[in-house]
């Protein structure tokens, strides 16, 4: 059974630095692309990033590019969020998803505030 | 970006009823489009992938169709467990982009 575990949230000052950690099992991790998805709180969806199977292709929305990265380990099957420079509109809920979201982790909140 | 409107945003129904979803693209999506169904409290589960490809274990209720700019979710009757929210998404460029989502509840 494919499983999609976060870790790594909770709460952190503005400008402040969080990775967070997505742990894959029941699938050949090294076989798909990922990507990270967040929701704030009582609002839609928004793509955040995306990396390619193999981690050599990479995508970010421009509302974090330049202060996340995602990447990967697939030795480690875990896809990795470095969130740093975070602001308030940060302030959501991290879905890790596998490919163009056929599956999806539980989710792991994080906020940014003083 | 290419933005997905959706309509409409609040939908009240009944069991049995058959309801349509709409989903607007702002420029042609070449039909790379997906709808998503969530729960309070979950993460969105896929339902639709590339317009009118029904995912493994998703009823066939569930339906999709559409072309260029203009999609539609289809229930054929409406289950008790398919209230929720639903929202579209494209994949056809970067960023990829959703609706605001539709709020589906018991009439």
């Known amino acids: 059974e494919v499983q999609l575990v976060e870790s790594g949230g909770g709460l952190v000052q503005p400008g402040r630095s969080m990775k967070l950690s997505c742990a894959a099992s029941?699938?050949?991790?090294?076989?798909?692309?990922m990507a990270w998805v967040r929701q704030a709180p009582t609002k839609g969806l928004e793509w955040v990033a995306t990396i390619s199977y193999d981690g050599s292709s990479t995508y970010y929305r421009d509302s974090v590019k330049g202060r996340f990265t995602i990447s990967r380990d697939n030795a480690k099957s875990t896809l990795y969020l470095q969130m740093n420079s975070l602001r308030s509109e940060d302030t959501a809920t991290y879905y890790c998803t596998r490919g163009l979201g056929a599956w999806w982790g539980q989710g792991v909140m994080v906020t940014v505030s003083s | 970006d290419i933005q997905m409107t959706q309509s409409p945003s609040l939908l009240s129904a009944s069991v049995g009823d058959r309801v349509t979803i709409n989903c607007k693209a702002s420029q042609n999506i070449n039909k790379y489009l997906n709808w998503y169904q969530q729960k309070l409290g979950e993460a969105p589960k896929l339902l639709i992938y590339?317009?009118?490809n029904l995912q493994t274990g998703i009823p066939s209720r569930f339906s999709g169709s559409g072309s260029g700019t203009d999609y539609t979710l289809t229930i054929s009757s409406l289950q008790p467990e398919d209230f929720g929210t639903y929202f579209c998404?494209?994949?056809?460029?970067?960023?990829?982009?959703f609706g605001a989502g539709t709020k589906l509840e018991l009439k």
């Open positions: 998404f494209q994949h056809n460029s970067w960023p990829y982009t």
């Open positions: 029941g699938f050949t991790f090294s076989n798909y692309g």
């Open positions: 590339n317009t009118n």
